[in-house]
């Protein structure tokens, strides 16, 4: 009997760098925006007039970044990407590679928000990386990964 062919080994997923994340980022601006202007227009019906500040103000801004992280982690859940992931090939994934928990996923959210505000030094952080993670990555257990073509 002749021994079993080994089987097809699958190379290694590919890492996403920081200028194919902050592209996907780039792209995922606009269903943000459109998110944000149905909260905004929520707001400006129930007060009356725009919101310039105040208590008002800040549950506005909440309101925006609560939809916002639900547009991203609904997105990663149902299938690892946003619209702007599936432009750039991008995919989240737990380690392994499987699809991540609901946790781990608005960890990511949480993490990435942080990951932005000082100049986005958590995405730069990926250069120094040994992984190429960003800390919103390592922070999650949550990896990006760019497919292949097909």
């Not at 699958?10 to 269903?31: E, I, N, Q, T």
């Not at 202007?37 to 309101?63: P, Y």
């Amino acid at each position: 009997m002749d021994p079993a062919p080994p089987a097809a080994v699958s190379p290694p997923p590919r890492r996403a760098l920081v200028g194919w994340r902050l592209l996907a980022l780039a792209y995922d601006l606009f269903p943000a925006a459109a998110l944000w202007f149905l909260v905004a227009t929520a707001f400006v019906v129930v007060h009356g007039d725009a919101v310039t500040g105040g208590a008002l103000g800040l549950l506005e801004f909440a309101a925006l970044w609560l939809v916002t992280g639900a547009y991203a982690v609904a997105s990663w859940r149902r299938g690892g990407q946003t619209l702007g992931m599936r432009a750039w090939r991008l995919r989240v994934t737990d380690r392994d590679g499987n699809a991540a928990s609901v946790r781990a996923l608005v960890l990511r959210y949480v993490a990435g928000t942080v990951s932005l505000l000082p100049a986005g030094a958590g995405f730069w952080w990926a250069w120094l990386d040994r992984d190429r993670l960003a800390l919103h990555d390592r922070a999650s257990g949550t990896r990006m990964t760019r497919l292949r073509r097909r």
